[in-house]
């Protein structure tokens, strides 16, 4: 049983980003651009879709990398130079469900670090979508 015992707000979100500091990290001999909060210009990176179907991922389990169910407008494949969990803002999709957030939770075969693929909910969205060339910022707390 949980009871709330009592309950402060200390400070009202904010639905913005408040400041923006980049900085490069080294992993396995790359640098990998970084951002810690937000308001310059991101990184781009080559984006592709993929779905849960075989074609897309050789399964369809919808089961990523992370152990952790693909979601639509939330899972992203990304580098084994970013971790797992690490949250992405892509202003393309400011105006879809998720307002641009995604979160990594996959890998993938053909990704890199400097190559994104988001999860979609179907095939033919994911083959819609196509191959795109999009600010990123990538974002560590």
Known sequence: EKTVISEKVITEPVN???????KTV?????????TTGGNSSGTVYKITAY??????CGKSN??????????EWYTVAAGSGYEIG???YIPYFSNKPNQGWFVVQDRGGAISNSKLDIFMGTHSQALNFGRR???CYIYEF
């Open 133 to 135: 060339n999009l600010e």
């Open 86 to 88: 690490t949250v992405i």
């Open 62 to 71: 919808g089961i990523t990398s992370s152990g952790a169910y693909a979601s």
């Open 16 to 22: 913005k980003i408040v400041q923006v500091q980049k």
């Open 26 to 34: 080294t992993s396995r001999g790359s640098s990998l651009p970084r």
């Open 51 to 56: 779905c849960p179907c075989s074609k897309c």
